[in-house]
């Protein structure tokens, strides 16, 4: 039901299908982020229209609000937020920790408040698992422990209680119809990372997903963690980079062996008045190209978003229109902005796959990084 077939490789690189009960998979892919049941701005349909393949939710929100058990009775996630596609839920881990003071953390779970109304609850791997369950996703994670990356002490602990629960996860997992990731941690520490990626793939998980990056450690000591996991994790099972999600971090990604990526980025950014522009910054080869449409410069401009882009955005408005919606705080400027960002993202994970079947990823790394190198290897 869930198998996974890596059909090429290029360098690193891999492109490969994962079979789910809602739909193939087709990698490398990036996820839009529906954290409350739906990708903020866009409707299922424009998703289906922009070529996404499988989205994400959240499980410590979906839990609050509207409440796990009453989408388990309204027919699942699926039927609730109208996606036939496949449907990957996270493990609430990364937003229970982000709480800070409204938590604590003991060997057994977390004890946090909610941000909505500060009443208390409890996670245990046990019930993050029963709420996945509940809400029905093709592809759930286990309850792991995110630590800061650079806080050796704190990733030793951390790691031991990801990995103890990454068994009761396991354990308490009942439906046949999911499949069940682990997730390795270890922060930026190689020896730490090495260790969770031979425990965790000890345990035979449906797929693997590496957490605790792009929470402040740097590009270089993501990319090391990454070549430092790629022979580490089963070849037959897909990886996903967790929460990262600009054009180069999926370029730089995929050419250290990612399959799947998600990030609020690209919707935030849109909410936000900006474009994505798929090139990196000027001044900062490392980050991505965006164009902030509350500038004065795009008020009399009749050009296209984006110059070649063909999203619905950029074949039909301008950016003095563009312009015009975001400073006036029109819906439709957050709807506009989206579909672009999304499109992008999407589009930079087709040219990816396509890319790698003809042999030819270095041609797309090269443009959505602007390096001149021949190799994104190092060779």
């Not at 490398?28 to 529906?34: C, I, L």
């Not at 937003?95 to 003071?101: G, I, P």
């Not at 996703?137 to 951390?158: G, H, L, M, R, W």
Request: glycine share 10%.
């Amino acid at each position: 039901m869930f198998e996974f077939e890596l059909q090429a490789t290029d360098g690193r690189a891999r492109a490969g299908t994962f079979h789910t009960p809602h739909g193939t998979v087709r990698t490398p892919v990036f996820m839009p982020v529906g954290t409350q049941a739906t990708v903020k701005a866009v409707s299922p349909r424009d998703l289906h229209d922009l070529g996404a393949s499988v989205v994400l939710a959240n499980t410590y929100h979906l839990y609050l609000r509207p409440g796990d058990e009453r989408i388990a009775r309204l027919g699942g996630l699926h039927a609730f937020m109208a996606w036939d596609g496949p449907i990957l839920t996270d493990s609430g881990g990364f937003q229970v920790f982000s709480l800070a003071a409204r938590r604590k953390v003991d060997d057994d779970g977390v004890t946090f408040r909610s941000h909505i109304d500060g009443s208390e609850h409890r996670f245990t791997p046990e019930k993050a698992i029963a709420i996945q369950e509940n809400l029905g996703a093709d592809i759930i994670v286990c309850f792991d422990e995110c630590a800061p990356p650079d806080d050796y002490a704190y990733n030793t602990a951390a790691l031991a209680r990801t990995h103890a629960w990454a068994e009761r996860c396991r354990a308490a997992k009942s439906r046949p119809d999911q499949a069940l990731f682990g997730i390795v941690q270890g922060g930026v520490f190689p020896d730490l990372r090495e260790q969770s990626a031979r425990f965790l793939t000890s345990l035979g998980f449906d797929g693997y997903a590496i957490g605790g990056l792009s929470v402040g450690e740097t590009k270089a000591e993501m990319h090391a963690v990454l070549e430092l996991l790629d022979p580490l994790l089963p070849p037959d099972r897909p990886r996903y980079l967790m929460g990262v999600g600009t054009p180069q971090d999926l370029v730089e990604g995929v050419a250290r062996g990612v399959d799947m990526f998600d990030c609020v980025l690209p919707t935030r950014m849109a909410r936000n008045g900006s474009a994505l522009t798929g090139r990196p910054a000027p001044d900062e080869p490392g980050r991505p190209g965006r164009l902030n449409l509350r500038n004065a410069r795009f008020a009399d401009d009749p050009g296209p978003l984006v110059e070649g882009c063909t999203c619905y955005t950029c074949t039909h408005f301008s950016r003095a229109y563009l312009h015009h919606l975001v400073k006036a705080n029109e819906i439709l400027g957050h709807h506009l902005l989206t579909l672009h960002n999304l499109h992008l993202m999407l589009t930079v994970a087709r040219e990816m796959r396509e890319a790698i079947l003809e042999g030819r990823f270095v041609e797309v790394w090269r443009r959505y990084t602007g390096s001149s190198s021949s190799s994104p290897w190092g060779d």
